[in-house]
């Protein structure tokens, strides 16, 4: 079973609005190399996202500040859970910064239909570390950390929950392709 890290805490934002912020850390069984070739690939997401049906560049050049990708999936709000009888939900994602070097990248939604007005990510991809501080070769940690404004019908704990439950779907995803490509 994978273990997780999760904070959430309240901040205020410049304008002194509430903004909901967290960080979910997931381990992953798969080297430090392939977790960030796979993740950075800004408009590969889909490959790594159970949820999507869609992510394509849609505005910019790939992988450079100012790219901005359209995502698309199925809610999985239909009785079964299988995403079938959903609505479409999207969202237009731009690419903030990418640094290869800190193996980190941030975007923010720019529109959609999710309501998720201010949501701000940073994914980050380190070596994991062994509990003497030295690098677990083979293994890497995924950290997405979030902020948006509140959203009208969810409670905070409840909307962290779902991402959380996203973020390890992800990693899980992420690691299998990972581990395919070895």
Same mark, same amino acid.
């Given at each position: 079973?994978?273990?997780?890290?999760?904070?959430?805490?309240?901040?205020?934002?410049?304008?002194?609005?509430?903004?909901?912020?967290?960080?979910?850390?997931?381990?992953?069984?798969?080297?430090?190399?392939?977790?960030?070739?796979?993740?950075?690939?800004?408009?590969?997401?889909?490959?790594?996202?159970?949820?999507?049906?869609?992510?394509?560049?849609?505005? %910019?050049? @790939?992988? &450079?500040?100012?790219?901005?990708?359209?995502?698309? #999936?199925?809610?999985?709000? $239909?009785?079964?859970? /299988?995403?079938?009888?959903?609505?479409?939900?999207?969202?237009?994602?731009?690419?903030?910064?990418?640094?290869?070097?800190?193996?980190?990248?941030?975007?923010?939604?720019?529109?959609?239909?999710?309501?998720?007005? %201010?949501? @701000?990510? &940073?994914?980050?991809?380190?070596?994991?570390?062994? #509990?003497?501080?030295?690098? $677990?070769?083979?293994? /890497?940690?995924?950290?997405?950390?979030?902020?948006?404004?509140?959203?009208?019908?969810?409670?905070?704990?409840?909307?962290?929950?779902?991402?959380?439950?996203?973020?390890?779907?992800?990693?899980?995803?992420?690691?299998?392709?990972?581990?395919?490509?070895?």
């Amino acid at each position: 079973m994978m273990s997780l890290f999760f904070s959430n805490f309240w901040q205020r934002d410049m304008q002194g609005t509430s903004k909901w912020k967290g960080s979910v850390t997931v381990p992953v069984a798969a080297a430090v190399e392939c977790v960030w070739e796979i993740a950075s690939d800004f408009c590969g997401l889909r490959r790594w996202s159970p949820l999507l049906s869609v992510c394509e560049k849609v505005e %910019g050049t @790939e992988q &450079t500040p100012g790219c901005v990708r359209y995502c698309a #999936g199925k809610s999985s709000g $239909d009785e079964n859970g /299988s995403g079938t009888g959903g609505e479409v939900m999207w969202v237009k994602e731009k690419l903030i910064c990418m640094d290869s070097k800190e193996r980190r990248y941030s975007y923010a939604v720019i529109d959609g239909n999710m309501g998720l007005h %201010g949501y @701000e990510v &940073t994914v980050q991809v380190m070596p994991a570390s062994s #509990g003497a501080g030295e690098e $677990d070769f083979g293994q /890497s940690v995924i950290t997405w950390s979030f902020q948006l404004h509140p959203l009208d019908n969810y409670r905070e704990d409840d909307f962290k929950d779902y991402l959380r439950s996203v973020f390890v779907d992800m990693a899980k995803t992420l690691q299998e392709v990972c581990l395919a490509a070895s």
